[in-house]
């Protein structure tokens, strides 16, 4: 079944130019979701607990969420949305340039649901955040946010 409502996406990302890919990504595929940035660990976790500027902040139907951030790591960000009762059933892809086997593997111990290494080339990268979209915005059925 086809998602009718754009959903809200969150992504995670401290590279200026990796931001700017995933927006060219969604630009290029013309999908129809609300793209949400925290440039850091404490602001993506400002931004899921509602907290400091992000007050108002839409719940994430999904985060794209890069391991190597400043402030909290990907890990730790992924250990306490899944710590949260609110949080817990949220959908996070692993989006990360490390392909080392000990990353994919913490990774999924943390209950992450996909871990995509990204590609370097911008066809590729564009390819792979299209198929994200299509899988988790338009496939799967995610869990109603409150």
Do not use: C, W
């Amino acid at each position: 079944m086809i998602s009718t409502r754009p959903v809200d996406i969150l992504l995670v990302e401290d590279d200026p130019g990796d931001e700017l890919m995933t927006r060219e990504a969604f630009e290029e595929h013309n999908i129809a979701s609300n793209l949400h940035v925290a440039r850091d660990g404490q602001e993506a976790l400002d931004f899921l607990f509602r907290q400091g500027d992000h007050l108002d902040a839409p719940r994430p139907d999904l985060v794209l969420l890069d391991l190597n951030l400043p402030k909290y790591n990907g890990r730790q960000i992924l250990a306490k949305i899944r710590a949260d009762d609110e949080l817990s059933d949220m959908p996070v892809v692993i989006l990360s340039t490390s392909s080392a086997e000990d990353d994919v593997l913490s990774s999924y111990r943390l209950f992450a649901n996909a871990y995509v290494t990204k590609p370097a080339d911008l066809d590729q990268f564009t390819s792979a955040i299209k198929q994200i979209d299509e899988f988790f915005a338009q496939l799967a059925r995610l869990p109603r946010r409150r």
